[in-house]
């Protein structure tokens, strides 16, 4: 969820280097530095219509630059989710980090930063910056990214989670950390098995996101562990581990298996998913003793399932391994 107080976080879409890491095309070099040098050039054009004798001269504001929300939503979309070189798209969430950043000189509106409120001691000193909570907002207003670029996903993931940790205790004004919870929660609730059995690589970067976005939630409002989902009228609510229990604990029959084909359940099956979603179990259960004793209880069923002279003990490999 982050490192140590006052650590500067990492920039977006830098963390693993150069090297494509969802599978996209490496672009040439020279497309690449048109965009990097392109993207400098709207941050400095963001920083210095941010400058006090600019900010004057409401025509060269930067809300005139940044202030239009449609067209930066389109904007986004269009270098984060439906370009194909993952370079540009680590560039272009460089580029909005650094504009988002609270302690850059010269805010990017006239109005300054947005005081942060939460938990914690550095909530009374941090401030978060205007254009953060809008870009943040924008990120948010995309989801879920359509089919064709969800594949596209990392980095724009990897954003969202940057820029919600930035803020303290991850309260964004005017949008409440129970409510953002609950709307991931949704998302990935409804989110299809995409991740397949014969392809391991292949990692669901939208599923991965959402579980890294509940994850950081959690640690930071661990009140949120209780969370409770009403399925039918007049039904029990249900806790998170019993919600989350698709994900890593639903193992189809070898006949549904066979149905279902390499789509079967449950949507986990990478190790970089699979290890996202322990980390969120286990951080569920942290705390929690009805949490962890729903775990347990899970994880017992499935182990003696496999365990079955029926037509179970063909199910595949514990997913805990």
Known sequence: GGGPAGAEPPTPGQADGAAPADGAPAADGIDVQIAREALRLLVACARAAASPEAAADEA?????????????????????????????????????????????PGELTGAGAVPATGSGTAAGARSVSAALCTFA???????????????HSQQF???????????????????????????????????????????????DQELVGYLRLLLLLLRTHPELK????????GAPPVGLIGCF??????????????????????????????????ALLAELADGEPANLARLVELHLAQQLARGGDGPAASRPASVWG
């Open 137 to 151: 907002r924008e990120l948010l207003a995309l989801l879920p990214p359509a089919e064709a670029e969800s594949t």
């Open 60 to 104: 060269h504001g930067a809300g005139a630059l940044l202030g239009d929300g449609a067209r930066l939503r389109s904007w986004m979309r269009s270098m984060l989710l439906r370009c194909g070189v993952a370079d540009v798209r680590a560039e272009t969430c460089a580029a909005l980090y650094a504009l988002a950043r609270a302690d850059v």
């Open 226 to 233: 209780r969370w409770r989902i009403g399925e039918a009228p």
């Open 157 to 203: 993931f990897e954003l969202l989670h940057t820029l919600v940790a930035a803020c303290a205790g991850c309260i964004l004004p005017g949008l409440p950390p129970a409510e953002l919870f609950g709307t991931v929660l949704q998302l990935e609730v409804s989110h299809q098995v995409l991740e397949r059995r014969d392809a391991p690589d292949d990692v």
């Open 245 to 278: 229990s698709d994900d890593l604990f639903q193992l189809p029959s070898a006949a549904e298996a066979r149905s279902l084909g390499a789509h079967a359940p449950p949507k986990c099956k990478t190790r970089t998913s699979r290890a996202v979603a322990l």
